[in-house]
């Protein structure tokens, strides 16, 4: 267990998209001895995820969009199957999570469920990530969504059967973190 942080120094290396800090930390080991380490830690808020479900039809509603980290590391798309999710800014969790989801999916939920938090990338990033799910159906749909063209959104709009992304899992084609644990949440939990 670690005992009496304290924070010695703190530099910041960029403040460009979010901030990304070095910070000089101290603290004391069981046996007493003080120790001191450097790591840099990226803070771009916190955010929010929904996995959007269909009972009845068994399916679900996810996204695909470039993200230039997948491609700089070896997808070769760059194109990442994701649960929708977006930055909290200044909202709570709930109020920007169906926000995200009109604008992401086109659909408007007005219920959703919080199923837990979960820190993503601890070891470098600040985020903590809300976790949510909600019902949908045809008619909740008001547009065809696909992201806010000032914010350089081009997104699109999956519905799959919850066995088709299941599958997409265990062949690799969906590889986001976030997807992967709401898609088995439901599962296990036979919520679809």
């Not at 979010?18 to 007493?32: A, E, F, N, V």
């Not at 695909?64 to 798309?77: A, D, H, K, V």
């Not at 992401?104 to 219920?111: A, D, F, I, N, R």
């Amino acid at each position: 267990m670690i005992d009496n942080v304290k924070i010695i120094n703190t530099e910041l290396l960029s403040d460009n998209w979010y901030t990304l800090k070095k910070i000089t930390y101290q603290y004391s080991l069981k046996d007493g001895t003080i120790q001191t380490q450097d790591r840099e830690a990226y803070d771009r808020g916190n955010g929010a995820v929904i996995l959007l479900y269909n009972k009845e039809q068994q399916t679900v509603i996810l996204t695909r969009q470039f993200r230039l980290p997948t491609y700089i590391n070896g997808n070769e798309s760059g194109l990442l199957i994701e649960a929708c999710a977006g930055l909290l800014d200044k909202d709570n969790a709930e109020d920007c999570i169906k926000r995200e989801t009109e604008e992401e999916t086109g659909y408007q939920v007005t219920e959703v469920r919080k199923i837990f938090e979960a820190y993503m990338s601890p070891g470098s990033v600040t985020e903590i990530l809300y976790f949510f799910i909600a019902a949908y159906t045809k008619d909740m749909k008001i547009h065809e969504g696909g992201g806010l063209a000032h914010e350089q959104e081009n997104i699109e709009v999956l519905e799959l059967s919850i066995d088709q992304a299941m599958a997409m899992i265990a062949n690799g084609e969906i590889k986001d973190g976030k997807t992967i644990m709401l898609l088995q949440y439901v599962k296990l939990h036979q919520i679809i």
